[in-house]
């Protein structure tokens, strides 16, 4: 790219506080996890069928789940306002636009279970176990304030919501302090601590919630910001190197995602930074509208750049401090996009890049866009950052990686790919088919060739009955 492609930024999490489990338990759970898959778009087969379809990293095999429409509870997926808010322990979580229907989804067992309607768009989603669980929460957020409301699944009526619907916000320009939406961009849950731990989007603030008890949700942590939250750098939100790096992330739109590492309790902060108009040559393009009859210029796609990673460690006294990752995320891969994001160590798995993070499109970067819908971009946003070299690289055929001077290669993919985490005995059951996948190609071949053998005797006895009937005349 043209422009220097920006640096990173990452959160930790340590230290005390928060409920703890047993040691052998927690270990336990964390030594039986799996690398996420990528669920490519889900699809229609000639029966109607739907076909949820994965990609194992590090391989070549392509999962497929078929859900068959059971004709009563069913919950179609081939559009009818159907939209997908995320993936969690395995489940999905699904919302209809129409009817404001919300589902969570097994696509490998093709179960279901209903959850209460909400209106409004849902965001962001995340469950504290597996609802087979009967100690399970659901925790999503809704419409366009980023509400929090949480359920408990196959209970619960309604949703209960938590947290400041407004905050207060210094305003630069007039030196005086606005009231704006709190909106919550991120939550994750630590079966450690017990909390689900969030993020609001325009003041960097921390929050712990516990929501053991549905009718009595507390709040057991908190970290506003200011003089407890504290960062080593001054050029926080998106430190750069360089002025062209500053100026290109200035005109980025900025996620944020808060990563648990569920092994070493370390809880990190991702930045992830989005060219919403890139040139062909990765700097940023100016927005061109040209009349109300022509509309804008949406010739430019929208881009990822590069990330800043911070870890969030806690000190006596509730302070935090966001601490920079400059080069290396300790040998972890990370995982974001609508998924509940997270972070695994490399070496346990060694079909994953140690210091990357594998990163997945998002409908609300389609919808910060502001394309038409018949735009071929959107979905495309797809890859693995390499943290220390500062290159990307593609997650996955399917998905090739965007270059910036190859725009023909950018096909529009809608629903966008997005991370799943199959439950540790879905990996056991894959193997167990290939081997019986394999075995039955042994036994068509063994077939084939005794077919072959077949024909070759027969076609010997033709030669000998030929060779006679020659002697004879």
Known sequence: ????????????????????????????????????????????????????????????????????????????????GIQVAGSSHGWLALYNQVNHDVFLVNPITSRHIKLPPVKGVVSRFSLSCSPDDGDCRAMISVGPTSRLVFCVPGRSTE????????????????????????????????SRHKLFFCITRFKTELEGWNVADPLSPTMDWRVPHNEELTFDRLDYPWPAECQSESDLKDQCWHLKYLVLDEQSDELFLVVRHVNPRMRRDGSFAEDIYYSKFRGCDYSYPYKT??????????????????????????????????????????????????????????????????????????GHDNGIFDFQNNTFSSCCGRCPLVDSLDYGCIKRIDPPP???????NTLKASLKKLEVLKASLSLRKLQDFLKSLKKLESLKASLTELGALRASL
Request: contains cysteine; positive net charge; proline residues 6%.
């Open 1 to 80: 790219m043209g422009n220097a492609v920006v640096r990173r930024g990452f959160c930790r999490l340590g230290g005390a506080g928060g409920c703890r489990n047993s040691g052998g338990r927690m270990m336990s759970s964390i030594s039986k996890r799996v690398s996420p898959w990528l669920m490519l778009p889900p699809s229609l087969d000639d029966t109607g069928n739907v076909e949820y379809k994965f990609h194992r990293l590090g391989s070549k095999i392509e999962e497929v789940y078929k859900k068959k429409d059971s004709g009563g509870g069913g919950f179609p997926l081939d559009g009818h």
């Open 159 to 190: 949703w209960t919501p938590i947290g400041d619907l407004y905050c207060d916000r210094w305003n630069y320009r007039t030196q005086s302090s606005d009231t704006v939406m709190r909106e919550y961009e991120d939550v994750v849950y630590s």
């Open 305 to 378: 750049v590069d990330f800043d990673v911070y870890k969030i460690d806690r000190h006596e006294g509730g302070k935090v401090k966001l601490r920079h990752m400059e080069t290396s995320l300790n040998g972890l891969a990370m995982f974001v996009g609508i998924n509940q994001s997270c972070a695994l160590s490399a070496s346990e798995f060694p079909e994953l890049k140690p210091n990357s993070i594998y990163f997945t499109d998002e409908k609300r970067l389609m919808l910060l866009s502001k394309s038409p819908v018949h735009n071929r971009f959107g």
């Open 418 to 424: 997005l991370w799943f985490t199959p439950p540790p």
